[in-house]
């Protein structure tokens, strides 16, 4: 039975307590493990995670990256984003730091972490549009200048990031193969043009284009190059932006779902064709939307622990 062997006075509850008060005592008040996954190396215009896990719960949580502070509201103690180097042949060889700083127990913690910046070969693209969309007319110079506006406030937004999906969870927003890579340095009827800024995919006029993961919607609008244009804000300055659509079926200031249908596809704008234009802006760059896709390699991230106490 032994309904008294932890009876008052029993000497082994004793020991048993006088054990448990001293564990207590040898631990310190507060201590908690982080670990942070960064890359060690990354190459221009490709998009790179930054995760951070903690045991317990830390706040005030932000990302420092070239210049620009974003915050995040970990989920289950954890936060995971997307960053990366901009497409400039400039930046190869240099360490750019990526600066996590948090709360816990009251205090504040930074921990810095170097990315070296590693070259990329995109491809050379040579194509053939009508000439308004290489050299405007000076009556559309206005107009573009507005929407090159637009553009910049929606990119500035900044709400608190969480944490993203992994590449393999992102929703493909169609079906269609890629038609143009990203970054490829475009000729337009023979005039030389920045970088491609985004993914090309397969798509007939009229296709459903899905939201690749959880946002608000911060702009909307038919643009001179963009055409029909959707812009979603994932949180901690990253973005899914959507080109060259025929209909918009969102409004600026909704919330969508990752899988939503946002527009129909189109082929307005600077287009040769119908096709999407898939854009990601994260860490203030335009990136390769193929790795969040899982369709491309992603830099491998190196996990560091850090004991707080
Ligand atoms: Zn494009």
Redesign the pocket.
Known sequence: MGAGRFSRGDPVKKLFAVLMFALFLALPAQAARVRMSAPEKAEIGQPFYVELRSSEPVSGVSVTWRGQKYSFVPHDNAVRTVLGIPNSAKLVGQSLPVTVEFTFGGKPYRIVRKVKAASHSYPRQVLKVAPKMVNPPKSEQARIAAERKLVAAALATRTAGGVLPRPKDFVRPVDGIPT?KFGGFRVYNGTPRAG?????LRAAVGTPVKAMCDGTVVLTGFHYFSGGAVYVDHGGGVFSVY?HLSKILVKKGQKVSAGDVLALSGATGRVTGP?L?LGINAGSAWLDALPLLGEAKIAPGVEKVYELK
Request: overall charge negative.
């Open positions: 143009a491609h800024g985004g993914l090309d080109f096709h234009h």
